[in-house]
Nanobody
Framework: QLQLVESGGGLVQPGGSLRLSCAAS????????IGWFRQAPGKEREGVSC????????NYADSVKGRFTISRDNAKNTVYLQMNSLKPEDTAIYYC?????????????????WGKGTLVTVSS
């Protein structure tokens, strides 16, 4: 069974940090670009960050640049999203997805596999 499983979400105070993990089972992530997406209550899903299959290319939404860092460990078949200086507006369900880059970016329609998401709540 091919699946992606996110973990690491939770409740954190503003200014705090979390590290999300995206682990694959049933297939190897080596050949896939991995994207992190999020969906806040009442809002559309948006792309947060993306990393190419070999990790040489990364990109970030303007809203998280300088605060979030995406990385991958292909030996562990896992991708990470380190989130620092969290803000209440970062509250959302975070999803990871595996697929192909389109124009150098992770687009929804370019992703072949999706996890079920992990909830991040930033609140005092």
């Amino acid at each position: 069974q091919l699946q992606l499983v996110e973990s690491g979400g939770g409740l954190v105070q503003p200014g705090g940090s979390l590290r999300l993990s995206c682990a694959a089972s049933g297939f190897t992530l080596d050949y896939y670009a991995i994207g992190w997406f999020r969906q806040a209550p009442g809002k559309e899903r948006e792309g947060v960050s993306c990393i190419s299959s070999l990790g040489g290319t990364t990109n970030y939404a303007d809203s998280v640049k300088g605060r979030f860092t995406i990385s991958r460990d292909n030996a562990k078949n896992t991708v990470y999203l380190q989130m620092n200086s969290l803000k209440p507006e970062d509250t959302a369900i975070y999803y990871c997805a595996a697929g192909s880059l389109i124009g150098g970016l992770c687009k929804d329609y370019g992703m072949d596999y999706w996890g079920k998401g992990t909830l991040v709540t930033v609140s005092s």
